[in-house]
């Protein structure tokens, strides 16, 4: 792909630092990419554009270098909504195809990377297939709708050497990075309790609605893949398939990874002896939901207890927040959360604290997006942000809460054995069975 450092030293020039990018307008970066060597231009390829993959596509193209030659939905609607909008930005569409098939697009070789923004339960047969054509690859998260999946993951990057960055993009968001750094300093003393909690004012399921035959141009054998065959229906459709077992987690999964995520990195933890959960569908009981829309998960680790609360339809979630992770800790407690972080210091304690307020700066898609280029040119992976491996552990953490909710007893986990301690669990939940003629690989 051409010499990395030639090209980071043209584009620094052309762009003053990749943090820049936004305050480009398109036809600003289509001048740019005309200075760009043919060797240094990545082909990117979008499966699934409805939602975070259309997204991540206008974060892409924001990159010097980077090409959309292809864009792939079982919804025609979206995919000529998408080209129109690409017109919009005024990018050449001439050479863009579009697909309904995955697998067409994986059979060309000009595509470099693939976006994945399908529904959680194409990730993993998509991202390992990807890896088998020689792709990198930007899988959304979570990244597995399993805990196999997740495995099968981080074990097809390895088995074909791809460069693969899950979209937990707040990873590359400074004022995180900055507040985790605080955290590490001591200062908050000794941390018992991490609280991590997710109040969505905004999310609510579909009123149930009757089996209906699929929207004219909509491929539902296709959307369905791998998950059981069921009729059509609009409340499991496009944004709602969050809410159903087959397809995702509820907003444990959807949010969950973001946000524990930071919980676990700010204590450096691995994986909890134990995990218990209560909640139920108390908000929304006749509308369509089979995910929790109220849900408390309790995860013990040796040093500290982290507690993740979920709610949706109401916004007032803790310290006046709607979303966020407390580090509580003797001298004071640290808040965060997308708009910024602070310092609220213990009455109590005799070591006063430095209070701290810092807000957001940057724009974390775009610059997890600089970095996952970086990572593709130079391919040192240990430079992502959030490679494959990160996105299947906090993934993982999410999908124990979600086991334990659904087998109704408090789990141990067998960290040696890497698995429940309760065969019959294990069983049950640590793979989706795939239907349909579909398996995946590794799994």
Known sequence: MGNR????????????????????????????????????????AAIGINGMGWA??????KVPGVNVIALCDIDKNVLDARMNDLKKMNIDTSKIKTYGDYRKVLDRKDVDVVIIGTPDHWHALIMTEACAAGKDVYVEKPVGNSIIECRAMVAAKNKYNRVVQCGQWQR???HFKDAVEFVYTGQLGNIRTVKVWCYQGWMKPMPIQADSV???????????????????NASRFHFNFRWFWDYAGGLMTDWGVHLLDYGLLGM??????SISALGGEFAYPDMAEETPDTLTALYEFDTF???WDHAMGIDNGSYGRDHGIAYIGNNATLVL???????????????????????VSDNGVEKHWVNFIEAVRSRKTEHLNCPIEAGAHVATVAQMGNITFRSGQKLMWDKEKNKFSDDSV???????EYHNGYELAGS
């Open 5 to 44: 450092r030639s090209f980071l030293q043209r584009s620094s020039a052309l762009i003053g630092g990749s943090i820049a990018l936004s305050a480009f307008d398109n036809r600003s970066l289509a001048a740019i990419r005309k200075f760009i060597a043919p060797s240094d231009q990545i082909n990117v």
């Open 56 to 61: 991540d596509l206008q974060a892409a193209l």
């Open 172 to 174: 590359s968001e400074q």
């Open 214 to 232: 699929p929207p004219p141009g909509v491929d539902y054998a296709t959307w369905l893949g791998p998950a059981p065959i069921k009729p059509f």
């Open 268 to 273: 450096k933890a691995d994986v909890p002896k």
């Open 305 to 307: 207890n982290l507690v």
């Open 337 to 359: 959360d997308r708009n910024g972080w602070e310092v609220i210091e213990e009455r109590q304690s005799k070591n006063k604290v430095h209070k701290s307020l810092a807000k």
């Open 426 to 432: 294990n069983d049950k939940y640590l793979m989706k």
